[in-house]
C-alpha cells in the first residue's frame, strides 16, 4: 500500500501563499491561534480544521497535526 506524504499545517499554510497574518484575517481568528495551532500549543477543533484544509485547498489527509 503507497505511502501518503503528510505536511505540516505551516507547510500547507504556506504551500497556499498565504502569511499567517492573511490566513487568521479570513478565518475572522486572531494571528497569535494560527501560531499556536502550528506549533502544537492549542488544539484545533475539527470545524475549524475543515475549514482551514478549504482556505489552504488541500485534503486533511494530507495534513499532520503537532
Same mark, same amino acid.
Given at each position: 500500500? *503507497?505511502?501518503?506524504?503528510?505536511? %505540516?499545517?505551516?507547510? /500547507?499554510?504556506?504551500?497556499?501563499?498565504?502569511?499567517?497574518?492573511? /490566513?487568521?484575517?479570513?478565518?475572522?481568528?486572531?494571528?497569535?491561534?494560527?501560531?499556536?495551532?502550528?506549533?502544537?500549543?492549542? %488544539?484545533?477543533?475539527?470545524?475549524?480544521?475543515?475549514?482551514?484544509?478549504?482556505? $489552504?485547498?488541500? %485534503?486533511?489527509? $494530507?495534513?499532520?497535526? *503537532?
Amino acid at each position: 500500500m *503507497p505511502e501518503t506524504i503528510q505536511i %505540516s499545517l505551516a507547510a /500547507a499554510r504556506v504551500n497556499a501563499r498565504l502569511t499567517q497574518e492573511e /490566513a487568521a484575517k479570513r478565518m475572522k481568528i486572531g494571528k497569535r491561534t494560527i501560531i499556536n495551532w502550528e506549533k502544537g500549543r492549542t %488544539s484545533i477543533k475539527i470545524a475549524e480544521f475543515e475549514e482551514l484544509c478549504n482556505l $489552504y485547498k488541500i %485534503s486533511k489527509d $494530507y495534513i499532520i497535526l *503537532p
